[in-house]
């Protein structure tokens, strides 16, 4: 017996379970999570998943933890990699298997029930947590195996998966006082309920509002597409005859870009704007300050100075100096060529007879018109080319080229809702590497944005690769009455970059599952999401896929030198926005004070301070900003821009030679998708590219000029 197996240890009595009582044993028997899986490709089994299931099985899974910690903690032979580190590699199976499931379900299809059981269990689960990290007989043991490492005869993987189990310890509280452990464990649990619920005050907030429109003339500017997709909406939600206007993302910001009713963009875009901010029971402000005053907080308590450099030690920029360093070098050109963008939009406001400033909800609408105006590009023309089949086998076709990958559709896999596709993804040989869902379209259960997630990460067991279960949902375009889903060319990126971050999960080739895929530093994490981005919108690229939805041609050459033409045009616009809320982040995580007042005021200061235009507002402001107060990007959001250093950087090295170049596309893959967590974010960079990245395809893809020369 190599390690505490839960499955072994059940059988040979040593875990006496619940299901000892008649009762219990019927709660077994028919809840899904307390048996194996009799699933095709042991997914799981959502047909008969219930919300009744959900606490049970949560409770039953921290129950089993325990016990199988406590086996760990109490064997009497001495500490080594096997029985510690490894036995705790592989303890909370079953609290694994229903909480990847449940929190799953909480973004991607929630309802009251489950947001319900969420807010019950997330102080629970804080504290299970808490008991297993600040266990101080565990921890000496880990330290013990810690303390030996130099002597160790174990791989390199063996080595960082002791070192990040030993560090998870420590960063958790392991080596803090009685009395700092009871703090921290109050403060651990305040921030679990807390995150759940700013999330979920969004997603209240958002389904909250809706612009009912009753006089087609209210849509003046909208394109036919966009007008038929509000009249689906209308008809969704029982108002047949009119058009909806929501706030999901795929609803408001199309609107905003084509729009010419001023007022309404303005109604509209404050709706957008003010969701978690109109001083009612979903009011974020008090919770944004609450979150950040808790993680600063809590890094004071652990000896950092602030939350930032607690978190920035275990990403490749490892200090907030570094953070404010590579941001402020962006920010000067970014914010001098928003400032070109923005007078060219006030020039035309002037020339259309509008004498107010450039607002905020001007900036889409005018961009897209001077777009227009100037490159004659219409964004609407490419929407017929990026049908949902069209783009899906240009994913693939991308996925073919680079990693041989076969993609097939399962129509005989259980889906948690109708909108969700199975995919068996396979080796060229056939070998099997991983299952694929794709959920595309928004809805009320569904949170915003878009991401990647796993509901089984990849190990291997006894030498055996397990395949990994992984899944991408979106908030994009839906199919009306007589088009298919056509999607924009944002959509489009957004697309390949999920599928990026889905690689990432389905090719992860490593031992230990803490190890696998994503489980890397955050400022890596977006490199193999953001560099798909660049097939996506390559003309070479786009000539394969980009064909027409009714007549199956390819996209013409004049549309692509159109695109071509209008190359990092409102790149300033788009590069503000983002490095706005970026600075936001770092500022609000840089605190080693405790925060009174408002969110919305340290903001406002927090954005004086860096100039930030009064037409640009943050891409997401402190009140809605899921990322970091509700998601894993506090101190963070840099991230995708550092990441874009590395794609454009890697990208450039697939121009010099083909953009399906064989060897690097098998660099890539072996180098980085992968190796996962299992070494160093340079080391592997550097395995690819054969030095470090250079920050210059960058600022020329976003048309910055260079800030050193
Ligand atoms: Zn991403």
Redesign the pocket.
Known sequence: MKYPNLTLLLAMGILPTTADSQEMKAIYASNPFLSTYKTPFGVPPFNLIKNEHFKPAIMEGMMLHKKEVDFITTNKSVPTFENTIVALEHSGELLDKVSTVFYNMNSANTNEEIQQIANEVAPKISAHNDNIYLNEKLFSKVKAVWNQKNELKISAEDQKLLEKTYKRFVRSGANLSDSDKEKLKIINSELAVLTLKFGQNILAETNNYEYVVSNKEELAGLPEELIAAAAETAKAKDKKGKWVITLSNSSVMPFLQYSSNRILRKEIWEAYQNRGNNGNAFDNNANALQIANLRSEKARLLGYKTHAQYVLEESMAKSPEKVMEFLNQLWTPALAKAKVEETEIKQMMVAEGIKDNVQPYDWRYYSEKIRKEKYDLDEQELRPYFSLDAVTQGVFMVCDKLYGLQFKQLKDVPTYHDDVTAWEVTEKNGNYLGLLYMDFYPRASKRGGA??TSYKPQSKEGGKRMAPIISIVCNFSKPTADTPALFTFDEVSTYF??FG?ALHGLLSDVNYKSLAGTNVPRDF??LP??IMENWATDSEVLKMYAKHYKTGKVIPDALLQKIENSGTYGQGFATVEYLASAFLDMDFHTINTTLSGSAADFEKASMKKIGLIPSIIPRHKSNYFSHVFSGGYSAGYYS?IWSGVLDTDAFDQFKKTSLFDPTKANLFRTQILEKGGTEEPMELYKKFRGSEPSIEPLLKKRGLNSPTK
């Open positions: 991401w990647m970059h999920e971050h994490v977006e999401s953001q995708y």
